[in-house]
């Protein structure tokens, strides 16, 4: 993800994100955007995992789809 020519790995905000005391865990799933700055940020109590704990990030993806698609 860029913004202002600065690139941001989501593995980075993930970690930035975690600093935050109010903050258990994150997950960032970029998609293509306005100069690729998120306009939505989507809270979750907790993350659908794979067998091996890792974030099932198709899966976020598309339920923020369909909430996207339901409010237009």
């Given at each position: 993800?860029?913004?202002h020519?600065?690139k ?5 905000l ?59």
């Amino acid at each position: 993800m860029s913004t202002h020519e600065l690139k941001y790995y989501p593995r980075e905000l993930e970690d930035l994100l975690r600093t935050h005391p109010a903050v258990g865990d994150a997950c960032v799933v970029p998609r293509e955007g306005y100069y690729k700055v998120p306009d939505l940020v989507r809270f979750f109590d907790a993350f659908p995992l794979t067998g091996s704990g890792k974030v099932k990030r198709r899966e976020l993806t598309q339920v923020v789809g369909l909430e996207l698609s339901a409010t237009t």
